[in-house]
């Protein structure tokens, strides 16, 4: 069974740090392109974050850009967020995926829901 597993969510206070990570099982995802999204409650999924398969090049949203930064270790076949400065509108659940989708085209409008794995979620509350 191919999956992703994201852990590492929790309440934390605005100005806080928190290190998402992600980790894939039923198949190795060095090949595969891989990245974050979030979706806060009554929001749109919003691309966070994506980073290429050799984890040479990474990609932000605008409105994490700065504060973000995404990565990979494909010997664990992981990729992690480190979040810092985390604000209140950084609120939401947050959802590991996997494409063999350059990277790069990830935060195209309605992309995402055509991206090949995805994870359960796991939520971040940021409270000011």
């Known amino acids: 069974q191919v999956q992703l597993v994201e852990s590492g969510g929790g309440l934390v206070q605005a100005g806080d740090s928190l290190r998402l990570s992600c980790t894939g099982s039923?198949?190795?995802?060095?090949?595969?392109?891989m990245g974050w999204f979030r979706q806060a409650p009554g929001k749109e999924r919003e691309f966070v974050a994506s980073i290429s398969w050799g984890g040479h090049n990474q990609y932000y949203g605008d409105s994490v850009k700065g504060r973000f930064t995404i990565s990979r270790d494909n010997a664990a076949n992981a990729i992690y967020l480190q979040m810092n400065d985390l604000r209140s509108e950084d609120t939401a659940v947050y959802y590991c995926?996997?494409?063999?989708?350059?990277?790069?085209?990830?935060?195209?409008?309605?992309?995402?829901?055509?991206?090949?794995?995805w994870g359960q979620g796991t939520l971040v509350t940021v409270s000011s």
């Open positions: 995926a996997a494409d063999g989708l350059r990277p790069e085209a990830w935060s195209a409008a309605g992309r995402s829901r055509y991206l090949e794995v």
């Open positions: 039923g198949r190795t995802f060095d090949s595969y392109a």
